[in-house]
């Protein structure tokens, strides 16, 4: 159970952040989970260190626990699908159960942040369009062999950039998560500069982005499918343990994120990092993690529903 803003216990819905770190620069928001496991199987993933790595599952009586929770939780509150798993895997296509999540929360007047690398949102525009909604994609990198063996089971640079494209031509505010940056992996200077190109021109207006945080099983996933130990002896030589993460150090994460930054800067759109505390010159947004966006009115014809 977890408490609701009243001090009552909820089901479903958490308050974000429950390593209270001091990093953490989000606003008081919920994070919420219609599915448990991700089938995307980012070779990345923190949440595996606690949950293990399984394919996604409904939570059963969801959509009962969350009708009941939305009556303890003040309206207009952020909720936000995911922050551990992708509220749009594969099985949701045809379960619907994210869908008929997102009609609760907007009859219910809540805020709404979703962050996905699935083409599958975009089924949902007509919902989104017409709440207060915005989303986030995550984008790793433009390369899809690398795109490929770090997220196997999501969807190809190339189709997240559709689905930009398409959630900003049907009017729902659209950001991009450049998250995590990988030494080694995805970290040339050169191609996330061109990957913040590519994701401003297609219709991106908020880039968050943040270092690769290690967690020792993640290391060693990335250490075997990648064929290459170096990640590992970097971040045993280099790194330091911060709530509960293995960071590196203050310089050389700055150094990893700056590409992104300035150039997002010179694009014209807001730019942030998440839990690095690398001050104010890499952190020129109203929001982290885009919330910012969530447009204050919904359209009009919403209005007639």
Known sequence: MRSGIDGTSTRVLKVFDPWKSPLCTCPFKYSLHPYTG????????YA???????????KSNFLESLKTDLAKVEKGSIIELSTSSDPYPPIEEWVG???NTLLLLRDHGMKILITTKSRIVERDV???????AAVMITITTLDREVSRRLEPGAASPEDRLRTI????????????RIDPVIPGVNDDPLELKELVDAVVDAGAQHIVTSTYKAKWDSLKRLSQVFRDDSLV?????????LHGSIYLPRAER???????????VERGVTVATCREGLGSAFFRAPSCDGSHMIPSKRRRESLNE
């Open 233 to 241: 002896a970097l971040y045993k030589k280099n790194g330091e343990v």
């Open 48 to 58: 595996t260190s606690y949950i293990g790595r399984k394919p996604s599952t409904p």
């Open 165 to 176: 494209q398409y959630l900003k031509d049907h009017g729902v505010p659209v950001g991009v």
């Open 254 to 264: 700055a150094r990893l994120l700056q590409p992104i930054i300035s150039r997002g």
């Open 38 to 45: 991700c089938s995307h199987f980012c070779l990345y993933c």
């Open 97 to 99: 159960l994210t869908r």
């Open 126 to 132: 007509d919902i989104l369009s017409k709440s207060h």
